[in-house]
Structure formats: C-alpha cells, structure tokens
C-alpha cells in the first residue's frame, strides 16, 4: 500500500511568513509523529498524535509552532512568524499504534528553507 | 530519560566488503527497542533492522545484522557486502513501551566507494 506521504516537499519563505505542512498518514495507522531534522543532525521529536485523545506537545520548541490531526486522517504543522532557525526538514512518521511495539514509517520529509 | 550516541560520524568501505556501525545507549527502561534507519540523499527513512530488548538473538536482515549487547547498551550494525546503493546517513534509535517518541542518534554518514 500507499506510504506515508508529505507536502510540499521543499518551501521557501520570508522570515515572519507563516507555513503549513502536510502528512498523510498510512491508512489504518492510528499514531502520527512529527520530527524535526536540523542540518547534520539527528531526528528531534515535537508532537505526537493517537487517535482522538489529546496530542503530547511537549517537543514543540515555542508557541509558534502547532499541529492538528482530525480523527486518524492528515495532520497539518503550522510554523506562525518564521525565523531563520526554523529551516530544517519536518519529517512526518505513523505507526500502527504507540509505543515501541510498532515501527514507525517515515514520510520523505518537507525541507523548508528561511530566507 | 533515553539517550543515543553515535562516535562515528563519516566512516567509508570499499564495495564488498563488510563495515560495522557503532551505536550506545543509556535507558531506564526494562522494556524497549532498538532500530536502524537508513537515510540516503532523498531524504527518506528506512527502516534498515529493529531489534526488541528482551530477544537475545541478533536481529538479522539479509546483509544486515546487529551486534546487540544488552549489558553493555550497545548496538551496533553490520552490513555485508557493502553495495554502492548502500551509500547514506545511518541512525541508530530506542523507543520504549512506556513511550513513544523514537530517540535517534546524530547518525553516522557512510560512504561505499567502488
């Protein structure tokens, strides 16, 4: 089937732009992750969504940052006032359920670049 | 809290030949699980191997196998038969069952030269 998909796959915007990116999940997974990948470096988590509870926000680095989910469908990411620091690849990832039990799938990522 | 390290951050082989990927980690946990991802120049993440903590046998996967030392929280990669197409960034990660975030290493960037 169908993997995980992410649009757009590269954005280029203006510092204070606001941007949103997309994830489709893989169907029938009920857990969605988003992570963060700064140049050279490894993967750091910022928000994870099961099912219909709450989202666990705590790896969101400011309050400019937010993601939604509806039900077990696609999650938007939502970077409000842009800065530099913000350019990296946001990587989205879905598992069958949470917890280590299931592999997480990764999406190709969207680089997004702050001018 | 979980953390992953990775010393190697280049290494290079030759195609055909065998290299080994170094990978530590510290948890708390007594339930978790260990993986490597494979990220080539398309950005990608594949997952390569995965390893569950409480198996004592080494996860394998065709030219892929790991070394999993659960004493010595390490766990490493070995690939066989290096293939041109293996060329990428490596991570290593831990997840575990009272958690579900995936702790990634800084990766290590492996070259397979003809």
């Known amino acids: 089937g169908a993997g995980v998909s992410q649009s757009p796959s590269n954005k280029v915007t203006e510092k204070g732009k606001d941007v949103e990116l997309r994830c489709d999940p893989i169907s029938g997974h009920t857990a969605l992750y988003w992570y963060r990948q700064r140049l050279g470096q490894g993967l750091e988590f910022l928000i994870y969504f099961q099912g219909n509870s709450a989202p666990d926000k705590s790896g969101l680095p400011s309050d400019r940052f937010s993601a939604e989910r509806t039900g077990e469908s696609v999650s938007t990411l939502t970077i409000q006032r842009t800065q530099q620091e913000d350019s990296a690849v946001y990587l989205c990832?879905?598992?069958?359920?949470?917890?280590?039990?299931?592999?997480?799938?990764f999406g190709p990522g969207t680089r997004l670049t702050v001018l | 809290a979980q953390t992953v390290t990775q010393s190697q951050p280049e290494m290079s082989v030759q195609e055909a030949e065998t290299v080994t990927l170094s990978c530590t980690y510290d948890?708390?946990?007594?339930?978790?699980?260990l993986f490597w991802y494979k990220q080539p120049p398309s950005r990608q993440m594949i997952l390569v191997i995965r390893q569950e903590a409480y198996k004592q046998q080494n996860a394998t996967e065709n030219r892929f196998s790991v070394n999993f030392q659960k004493a010595a929280k390490s766990f490493s990669l070995k690939i066989s038969d290096s293939q041109l197409g293996d060329t990428a960034m490596y991570f290593c990660a831990l997840n575990s069952n009272s958690g579900y975030a995936l702790n990634f290493g800084k990766g290590t960037s492996l070259l397979v030269t003809p």
């Open positions: 990832a879905s598992s069958l359920s949470a917890g280590g039990t299931d592999t997480q799938y």
């Open positions: 948890t708390s946990e007594s339930n978790y699980y």
